[in-house]
């Protein structure tokens, strides 16, 4: 288990028409050159995707301005029939300090705020499934290749609703 502290980062959840040009470069470069070079997976990273003025994007940024997490939360109907959250990435300076949880948690509650009372989606690398199944996501597929990498589609399902009590 992860014992490190998290670092502070400013924490942002932006549309696409919100990015500055320094922050939408480093976003896209840092998507690049994990789930491209690093993985060793020609893919078209740039999907379209993005461009959806429904799509948000949640962001750590680190002191220097850089990118230190980021991830997607796509529309219902933009990937699935519900919302999903991908293009989960941790930049490779600051992997280990158990940010990856801060950032899921972060964009399980940011999806759920856009769009309360749904289900999110993901297609996760099937590696990391018992990894999603720590914040609440289960397999609702077999596995199947993406871009030669084994994905497996995982569902959470969404909070019941709290109780309210009146005095």
């Known amino acids: 288990m992860n014992t490190a502290i998290p670092p502070?980062?400013?924490?942002?959840?932006l549309r696409l028409d919100q990015f500055d040009p320094a922050l939408l470069y480093a976003m896209l470069k840092l998507r690049t050159d994990v789930f491209v070079v690093e993985q060793a997976c020609a893919y078209p990273e740039l999907d379209?995707?993005?461009?959806d003025p429904r799509v948000l994007h949640l962001l750590g940024v680190a002191d220097d301005g850089g990118i230190a997490a980021c991830l997607r939360i796509l529309p219902p109907g933009r990937g699935y029939d519900t919302p999903g959250i991908g293009r989960v990435v941790i930049?490779?300076?600051?992997?280990?300090?158990?940010?990856?949880?801060?950032?899921?948690?972060?964009g399980v509650e940011r999806a759920e705020q856009a769009w309360?009372?749904?289900?999110?989606?993901?297609g996760a690398q099937a590696h990391l499934q018992a990894w999603y199944?720590?914040?609440g996501?289960?397999?609702v597929s077999e596995?199947?290749?993406?871009?030669?990498i084994p994905h497996i589609d995982m569902q959470r399902d969404p909070a019941p609703e709290t109780t309210r009590t009146t005095r």
């Open 48 to 51: 379209g995707k993005d461009t």
């Open 137 to 139: 996501f289960t397999p």
């Open 116 to 122: 309360p009372g749904h289900a999110l989606r993901l």
């Open 91 to 106: 930049a490779p300076a600051f992997r280990g300090q158990g940010l990856a949880d801060v950032l899921m948690r972060r």
């Open 133 to 135: 199944g720590k914040h």
């Open 143 to 148: 596995v199947y290749l993406e871009d030669g």
């Open 8 to 13: 502070a980062l400013d924490w942002r959840t």
